[in-house]
């Protein structure tokens, strides 16, 4: 994860690094000025530690107040003996010294420098004080007063495990550490790294810590400086400014583009009912189409139905015809051998002595028979001539009646009557009430199939010299 580093040299790094297992620490900031900008703490703060913060300087002991509500804030000066201080405080700076030397050289320096008495006690007062324990670094920064810091401090109840002290003159690089370095030698704390700012001294029970100032601050230890989180800030903030005010402008041609839409839509919605009534008529198309295309394919069905059914009588009279030609075949061969035989007979010498005898026997055979028919043709003349006066008197009421009654409607005799008289047995044809009697004709009339088959005959028995009546001759009345 990620570190923020408020401190002025990346002391707080430091001292993450070395206690970075300990939650929940307490910490001292002799001299600590401002709660975020320069602050030792203000990481640790933000972890959840707390401790407390001396600061004799009004201005900044407010804003500690104002940001470190969680800590013990003290405003005053530290020192060997309690009593009070005379402060050089230097405006708008963490400069404010209890050494008149260095007041001389800011005010050179062309800073404002105001005099002020503040009291002072010991570090041992304020850990009784407030019953202070275990501490686990302690923070000097004093402008110069970090001796007498150490003096009014016993380093026996409370023994911090990792002490950070200002080892420079304000704004140099000059050595400044000669006068309190053998006092935090001298109670068991060993030197363990500088910074060129601050010098860090841990304490002989704590060693184990030591390992963690080998090395500076560094990329290992993943930090960043606060005014880099500050300045991403500002620049999400100005980021943030700069998309609602793009979002503006999207909502301002947003609301232009609306207004085209909104035109757009409405020729869109002219296109899209005149499109929907073509769609109504190319539907109605269609649907005479499909209708046209049900009828004609139930035509297309009929037809190959029917095709269906011509095949099958076409096989069917492939067939009958073949199995006539095998019948014709055997007729021919019977007629053929019926003829050689009649020929044998007919050159036998009994059919040549018999001739004479066979002409008799015509003979008187046609006299008896011309016997016979005379009577009946002589009486046929006479019928016939007086057929139409015979009509006439059946066309009596009376006389129709009589023969009724004596012959009956359906008799052998009253049809061979009607017979004689209309050509016709029956009776339904005959006009009572005007007394016309028209002759019927019972034909024969030969199906369509039958025309067929009579055709497929005649052309496969012409070739052998056969041939059926046409439709004329199969047609047959009386």
């Known amino acids: 994860m990620t570190q923020t580093s408020y401190a002025q040299n990346y002391e707080d790094i430091m001292l993450l690094r070395a206690l970075h297992d300990v939650t929940s ?72 010294t209890t050494d008149p030397e260095f007041a001389k050289r800011h005010i050179a320096a062309g800073l404002r420098v105001t005099e002020t008495d503040v009291p002072c006690v010991t570090l041992d007062a304020i850990c009784d004080a407030h019953d202070v324990r275990e501490v686990h670094f302690l923070k000097v920064d004093c402008e110069g007063a970090e001796a007498a ?21 304000p704004n140099t690089q000059r050595p400044a550490y000669a006068d309190w370095d053998p006092i935090l030698v001298g109670h068991g704390y060993r030197y363990v790294y500088e910074d060129g700012l601050n010098r860090f ?38 980021q943030l400014q700069l998309d609602m005010l793009t979002n503006a ?20 919605h002219s296109m899209l009912a005149a499109r929907d009534a073509e769609i109504s008529r190319l539907s109605s198309v269609l649907a005479a189409s499909d209708t046209e295309i049900g009828r004609l394919n139930s035509l297309l069905t009929e ?25 014709v075949k055997l007729r021919d061969g019977g007629i053929a051998a019926i003829e050689h035989q009649l020929l044998e ?34 009486l046929r003349r006479t019928a016939r001539c007086a057929r139409p006066l015979l009509r006439k008197i059946a066309k009596w009421s009376w006389t129709r009646a009589m023969l009724r009654s004596l012959l009956g409607d359906d008799s052998r005799l009253a049809n061979r009557g009607r017979l004689f008289l209309y050509g016709e047995r029956g009776r339904d044809e005959f006009d009572h009430s005007h007394g016309a009697v ?36 199969m047609k047959g009345g009386k």
């Open 149 to 169: 810091v150490f003096r009014g401090f016993s380093f026996q109840r409370v023994r911090p495990w990792v002490i950070l002290v200002e080892a420079t003159e």
């Open 345 to 378: 007979h007919r050159r036998s010498t009994s059919w040549l002595l018999t001739a004479p005898l066979r002409f008799c026997v015509r003979a008187i055979r046609a006299w008896v028979l011309w016997l016979k028919a005379a009577p009946y043709n002589l």
């Open 25 to 96: 620490g307490f910490y001292i900031d002799v001299g600590a000025q401002d709660p975020v900008n320069d602050s030792v703490t203000k990481a640790f703060y933000e972890r959840g530690w707390h401790g407390v913060n001396i600061e004799p300087v009004s201005h900044w002991f407010e804003r500690l107040v104002a940001d470190r509500a969680h800590d013990i804030n003290l405003q005053l000066a530290v020192s060997d003996s309690p009593g009070c201080l005379h402060l050089y405080e230097v405006e708008n700076s963490g400069l404010s």
């Open 249 to 268: 402008e999207r909502g301002i041609r947003a609301e232009l583009e609306r207004d085209s839409l909104q035109h757009q839509n409405a020729e869109l």
């Open 201 to 238: 001294y841990v304490a002989e029970e704590h060693n184990e810590l030591c390992a963690a100032f080998v090395h500076p601050p560094n990329v290992f230890d993943r930090f960043v400086r606060a005014p880099e989180v500050v300045a991403r800030l500002d620049l999400q903030r100005a």
């Open 438 to 473: 028209e002759q019927l004709n019972v034909n024969w009339e030969p199906t369509r199939d039958e025309e067929r088959m009579r055709s497929i005959l005649n052309r496969a028995w012409r070739r052998k010299g056969w041939l059926i009546a046409d439709s004329a001759g």
């Open 303 to 327: 037809s190959n139905t029917e095709i269906s059914q011509l095949n099958s009588l076409l096989t069917e009279s492939n067939t009958e015809i073949g199995r006539l030609h095998h019948e």
